[in-house]
């Protein structure tokens, strides 16, 4: 029989598999920040620095303790997190990296078609040069090799072969990023970045271990998924091959419709057969009202972020300015189960202040006294996350009163 799984129940379920059911106080320790990112799967990575970078906001908000260094160590000491790719650059636990491998080996060969036709051949003829000039002289970033490219290479689209052919052996798993240096990532060889262990080719999954692998795991982190979102979590096999194994996995799952919030039809979906249960043992999510990266994985599959929360979020940092609804980089608000407004604000590094241009509430909310002073609790959280002294509420917004 197929489990009719009402709107609320199913936000609390989506909230609790992202860790936005805990309690979001308190420090975070090393084993405790590894455990974070294998519960959420991968962190995504992003270069824009409006208040701070995606990933550490994404941290953040789960927990108001993290600090960036605690990332770093588990990166480039420990080595128990890597870096490489799902749907975009993002962090992922070393324990993957076998899953990786054989998604290295599929990558390779589609890559080498698809960039060839994007850049050009002149990064394959300096695959080998790049890899020679790595193994010996170690660590290198784009900029050191840009000189024997004569300059060439501005920006994303206008790579240069070094950079091109840098990029292609990171994707494709002959390098690896070993740090970051002013967010430019240093590469490697593998070898010298991932622990030997992982790297056994005895424990890489053949394709159809990878597919079950795959699904598997984004479903245990998505609670509920089509054959599709199952597919595009870790952006690694095709939603053809996730509806195969759908069908082949007999009592293990159990077919679902979640309540559309928009009062659409519900939605027809896959969960694991102990659904009920798990549904049983899902605490509420505190009622603390919580900033978010645009970025975060509560807001990644868009269409599902809608229909759970009816909350329309576009990134609007490619859409010109005159055509953008709210703003360059907005940060969606979090309180409880519930999306209950955008804000507009941006670290201005040199007053030392977090700065609030715009607030806008969803629907009709109201941003009342109690809820405003949830909302500065947060800002200066925040501010001092970002390291700004001071916050400021400027187009007419003011603090609210005490």
């Known amino acids: 029989m197929t489990l009719q799984i009402s709107n609320s129940t199913a936000r609390r379920l989506f ?17 405790a920040l590894l455990a974070l990112v294998q519960k959420l799967g991968f962190i995504q990575v992003d270069s824009i620095r409006t208040v701070e970078r ?13 600090r960036p260094a605690q990332l770093s160590r588990l990166l480039e000491r420990e080595r128990s997190l890597f870096e490489n790719w799902t749907h975009d650059a993002a962090v992922i636990p070393t324990d993957f990296y076998p899953v990786w491998q054989r998604r290295f080996e599929r990558e390779a060969v589609t890559f080498a078609q698809r960039w060839q036709r994007w850049r050009g051949d002149g990064f394959l003829r ?37 950079k091109t052919a840098l990029e292609y052996l990171w994707r494709t798993g002959r390098l690896a990023v070993t740090r970051r240096e002013g967010f ?48 595009r979590f870790w952006d690694g096999i095709t939603p053809a091959e996730a509806s195969t194994w759908c069908r082949a996995q007999g009592d293990s799952l159990r077919s679902v419709e979640i309540e559309d919030a928009g009062k659409g039809r519900p939605r027809q979906a896959y969960a694991w057969a102990d659904i009920e249960e798990r549904l049983s043992d899902t605490p509420p999510p505190p009622g603390r009202l919580r900033v978010l990266s645009p970025f975060d994985p509560l807001l ?54 977090l700065v609030v241009s715009a607030v806008w509430p969803e629907g009709r909310l109201r941003l009342s006294g109690p809820r405003l002073r949830k909302l500065e609790a ?25």
């Not at 909230?15 to 320790?29: A, F, K, N």
């Not at 479903?219 to 998924?225: I, P």
């Not at 953008?324 to 007053?351: H, I, N, Q, S, T």
Request: charged letters at 30%; proline letters at 6%; a negative charge.
């Open 15 to 31: 909230l609790e598999r992202h860790g936005l059911s805990d309690p979001p106080g308190g420090r975070l320790s090393g084993p």
């Open 54 to 66: 995606a990933h550490h906001m994404i941290l953040f908000t789960r927990r108001s303790g993290y």
């Open 126 to 162: 300096k695959l080998d040069e790049v890899l020679e000039h790595v193994d010996r002289h170690g660590p290198v970033r784009a900029a050191h090799l840009r000189e024997e490219d004569h300059g060439s290479g501005q920006g994303w689209w206008d790579w240069a072969p070094s």
């Open 300 to 353: 990644r599959d868009r269409q599902r972020t809608e229909r759970l929360f009816g909350f329309s979020f576009r990134i609007e940092v490619f859409v010109p300015a005159a055509q953008r609804r709210f703003g360059y980089y907005v940060f969606p608000l979090l309180e409880g189960d519930r999306l209950v407004g955008r804000l507009d604000m941006k670290a201005d590094r040199e007053r030392d202040a």
């Open 378 to 402: 947060e800002l200066d959280r925040l501010g001092r996350f970002a390291g700004c002294a001071d916050l400021r509420f400027e187009n007419g917004w003011q603090r609210p009163p005490a």
């Open 184 to 231: 430019q990532k240093v590469y490697d060889l593998v070898e010298k970045v991932i622990p030997e262990a992982q790297r056994d080719p005895a424990i890489v999954p053949d394709q159809a271990g990878l597919i079950d692998w795959a699904c598997r795991s984004a479903l245990d982190r998505l609670g509920f998924a089509t054959a599709g979102e199952l597919a």
